[in-house]
């Protein structure tokens, strides 16, 4: 994992050379990480109002919103 870390750095800068010299860089593709599949990072649920409210305390006496 410190490897693909090092190794995104690197293209990170090598990318703002070339911005820094007037060309369009390449898009910028993360090194994949062993063991972390691409589609866990992305999907994510979100949380009802009511669970919103039942871990907020400070919510719990608040009028609902149409």
């Known amino acids: ?3 693909a870390a090092l190794r ?5 800068l090598r990318n703002c050379t070339i911005a820094s ?3 369009k ?3 910028f593709e ?5 063991g972390v599949t691409p589609a866990a990072s992305g999907s ?3 949380l009802t109002e009511e669970q919103r409210r039942a871990l907020d305390p400070r919510m719990r ?3 609902k919103e149409a």
Do not use: C, Y
């Open 61 to 63: 006496n608040q009028p």
């Open 25 to 27: 860089p390449p898009k």
């Open 8 to 12: 995104d750095e690197i293209v990170i």
């Open 44 to 46: 994510r649920r979100q």
């Open 1 to 3: 994992m410190l490897l």
């Open 30 to 34: 993360p090194t994949p990480r062993p």
């Open 21 to 23: 010299a007037g060309s």
